[in-house]
């Protein structure tokens, strides 16, 4: 618990204070950053640090003990009437304190604090503020060993990509007919040898089922692998360790020589646009702003717009990437969120814009780390043509 880097960022940030709080283990962000043990509170606990002092722990007597391993003044209560008490003696009229929750529900990642929770705080005169961008600098702020286990990660998974590729290749050259399924379990058994995780199979398409970007294959629906088909495989993994992070990548591929000229022009304009996305935060870095996820994400959907492509829109930018592939920092989100938080030094996420047309499907990512000094890292090749396998 860094209680000093926290009250200086409540100073930073004009607040009086952070209040955290659980109830039978529902609040999973005060469960995780206050470390609580997996033994379930069944009466409501709060842990408030202010700006200035020592933190204020609140417990029912009942249970005493759930707190010890924290810094802080303990305060034990018997029923409502004193739990109300000893808030109000805390909680003051008028303090601006930062809480789970995000006004509107506009960013879902951080809203772990209940709506009736929220009500029942505000009897006290208080003022909450989302603890969204707080977060940030204790869940979504990587460490050089976090960056490398990175780099690492992407390594396995452009090996596992080159491999895959040359299967493709190889199969059809010998003359054996392969589908989207058979692609799928070869690429299980490449993983398979790798020391990577992997939160979910790696997302892929061929020709139409490209335009899909929930698609899965199965048995059933999968499609036939030729010359001349179109491929799309988004695939995300990280080291086996406690506090590695991922790596996460969508790549549009085309089998054999001969490119669709509609295939090209719309990979040509996703390309063009992740380029000007990333310009557009190095240029707001660069002016000492701080851009905000909803932001990019907006500068995407107008630049697709101008193409024609609004309709063809059917996700969001990017999003945060730490040892969750999606992580708990800012989105680069106005289309399936409102995602206002900052894009902070130190943070990773992904810049993947995509279309989506009745016959066509282009998605192109990579992770980009903005270095403590406001840098614009890219950890691994990057995708400036289709590949042609």
């Known amino acids: 618990m860094e209680i000093n880097k926290i009250q200086s960022l409540l100073k930073d940030f004009g607040l009086d204070g952070w209040l955290f709080t659980d109830f039978h283990g529902h609040d999973f962000i005060s469960r995780e950053f206050l470390q609580l043990t997996n033994r379930t509170c069944t009466r409501r606990l709060f842990y408030y640090i202010p700006a200035q002092g020592q933190p204020q722990k609140i417990l029912s007597a009942i249970e005493p003990l759930l707190l010890d391993h924290l810094p802080g003044q303990k305060h034990l209560y018997k029923g409502m009437v004193q739990q109300r008490e000893v808030l109000s003696s805390i909680l003051l009229p008028g303090k601006k304190v930062a809480c789970q929750y995000s006004p509107n529900g506009n960013v879902p990642v951080v809203s772990s604090m209940d709506a009736g929770l929220l009500e029942y705080i505000r009897q006290f005169g208080i003022v909450p503020v989302s603890s969204a961008d707080l977060l940030q600098h204790f869940g979504a702020v990587l460490t050089p060993h976090q960056i490398e286990t990175h780099r690492q990660a992407g390594v396995i998974i452009h090996r596992i990509l080159s491999n895959t590729f040359s299967w493709i290749r190889q199969s059809l050259d010998q003359g054996q007919q392969i589908d989207e399924w058979m692609l799928l379990k070869h690429m299980e058994a490449l993983i398979s040898q790798e020391n990577i995780f992997m939160d979910s199979p790696p997302f892929f398409g061929i020709d139409e089922h490209a335009c899909d970007p929930g698609y899965e294959p199965t048995p059933q629906t999968a499609k036939e692998i030729r010359e001349g088909s179109r491929l799309i495989i988004d695939i995300a993994g990280r080291l086996p360790q406690e ?76 999003h945060n990437i730490g040892h969750e592939c999606h992580g708990i920092g800012a989105n680069l989100d106005d289309y399936e969120t409102h995602d206002d938080r900052s894009l902070l030094p130190g943070t990773m996420f992904s810049v993947e814009p995509g279309v989506y047309t009745d016959s066509y499907g282009v998605r192109l990512e990579y992770d980009v780390h903005i270095t403590p000094d406001r840098q614009l890292k890219i950890y691994g090749p990057i995708q400036d043509q289709i590949l042609i396998i």
Not at 275 to 290: F, G, H, M, N, P
Request: aromatic share 8%; charged share 25%; proline share 4%.
């Open 243 to 318: 506090d590695a992070v991922f790596y996460d990548i969508s790549w549009c591929m085309n089998v054999g020589p001969h490119v669709d000229p509609e295939y090209k022009r719309l990979f040509s304009i996703v390309n063009d646009v992740r380029s000007k996305i990333l310009d557009y935060i190095r240029t707001q870095l660069e002016a000492d702003v701080l851009p905000r996820g909803c932001d990019v994400d907006a500068l995407t959907q107008s630049l697709l717009k101008d193409q024609g492509l609004s309709r063809a829109i059917m996700h969001r930018t990017g």
